[in-house]
């Protein structure tokens, strides 16, 4: 799987990228959960569309964690006050009960 993400969204180090590989490595291993007898070299058109559906998805959620998270740490007053919104916010847990709504719809 590692080498299938290095091939398509190779690592550079920035928090963008890794955002990207991150929903890469997830959407095809939920694809791999979902269809455990796809091919990721010729997959159906129901197996492509689910894949893209959960990459488009997980990346634009992480992106937009990444910015929250970057307007939270600029506006909180101090770094332990960053922290603990922070952590109240739990977007990891926010992001995943939305994900399970729209993949619903």
């Not at 890469?24 to 894949?51: C, G, M």
Request: aromatic share 6%; net charge negative; proline share 4%.
């Amino acid at each position: 799987m590692d080498a299938i993400v290095d091939a398509v969204q190779p690592s550079s180090g920035t928090q963008d990228a890794e955002a990207s590989r991150s929903a890469i490595s997830e959407s095809l291993s939920e694809l791999l959960q979902r269809f455990p007898e796809a091919d990721l070299l010729e997959l159906t058109d129901e197996q492509r569309e689910y894949v893209i559906e959960r990459y488009v998805g997980l990346d634009v959620f992480q992106r937009f964690a990444l910015d929250l998270g970057k307007d939270i740490q600029e506006k909180a007053p101090t770094p332990k006050i960053a922290l603990t919104w922070i952590s109240h916010t739990n977007l990891w847990h926010l992001g995943r009960e939305s994900e399970k709504v729209l993949c619903r719809q």
